[in-house]
């Protein structure tokens, strides 16, 4: 069983930077695939980015592509999410999720966060 729980998400005006964290239990990070998502009121869970330790260069949704960065630290078993040029529709509840292939499709994903409300202000 992997427990994930996320934090860092706040209020913060359009154009600033936050990063949220995912810290995971045991070595997740090193044996799944390790993916952000975001859900906006009213709206589908969206695939954000997803990494793996070793495993590869980051991928993005094109939405946040240039702005937001994927990394991570086996040590310490957490996975981060910085995003910076933040804009008003990138306000969601950020969630982070663990599986055992990559892909975009939050179906794919066995473990999930509870999620942290990130909102940007205009």
């Known amino acids: 069983q992997v427990q994930l729980v996320e934090s860092g998400g706040g209020l913060v005006q359009a154009g600033g930077s936050l990063r949220l964290s995912c810290a995971a239990s045991?070595?997740?990070?090193?044996?799944?695939?390790m993916a952000w998502f975001r859900q906006a009121p009213g709206k589908e869970r969206e695939f954000v980015t997803i990494t793996r330790s070793g495993g590869g260069s980051p991928y993005y949704a094109d939405s946040v592509k240039g702005r937001f960065t994927i990394s991570g630290d086996n040590a310490k078993n957490t996975v981060y999410l910085q995003m910076n040029s933040l804009k008003p529709e990138d306000t969601a509840v950020y969630y982070c999720?663990?599986?055992?292939?990559?892909?975009?499709?939050?179906?794919?994903?066995?473990?999930w966060g509870q999620g942290t409300q990130v909102t940007v202000s205009s």
């Open positions: 045991g070595r997740a990070f090193s044996a799944y695939f």
């Open positions: 999720a663990a599986g055992p292939r990559s892909s975009s499709r939050s179906s794919d994903y066995v473990y």
